[in-house]
């Protein structure tokens, strides 16, 4: 069986699944290429939202921080340098929402000395 993809008219509802009919109101769309997606009716097609995307890495980041804790108390084992470098990595993790373009929000590469 085929799956359908609607929007309703007003803009807010998205619903997919095996329809037989588009419901009233609705009108058919591609498929939602996922959760950080908004449909843009002006040019007919699903557009990846920079508020989405930082939204849906900021629980990602949050657990790595906190993961990260450890590494920064003064009775860490961890040399001065290793806590620079955990440090920096802490940065990085701290500004992956305040990136402004949707292709710099990635999460940094843990470093080898705390890999998980």
């Known amino acids: 069986m085929e799956t359908y993809y609607y929007f309703r008219s007003d803009m807010n509802t998205y619903c ?5 009919e588009r419901p009233e109101g609705y009108i ?5 290429p ?3 997606y908004l449909f843009d009716f ?14 849906s890495i900021r629980p990602e980041r949050n657990e790595e921080l906190i ?9 860490s084992t961890l040399s001065l340098e290793e806590k620079n470098i955990v440090a920096i990595y802490r940065q990085e993790l701290r500004d992956v929402p305040n990136k402004e373009i949707i292709s710099d929000i990635v999460m940094p590469v843990c470093p080898e000395i705390i890999s998980k």
Do not use: A, C, S
């Open 16 to 20: 997919e699944g095996p329809l037989h």
């Open 28 to 32: 058919e769309v591609p498929k939602r």
């Open 34 to 36: 996922g959760n950080t």
């Open 42 to 55: 002006n040019e007919m097609q699903w557009i990846q939202d920079i508020e989405l995307v930082k939204q």
């Open 67 to 75: 993961r990260t804790d450890r590494y920064m108390l003064f009775d």
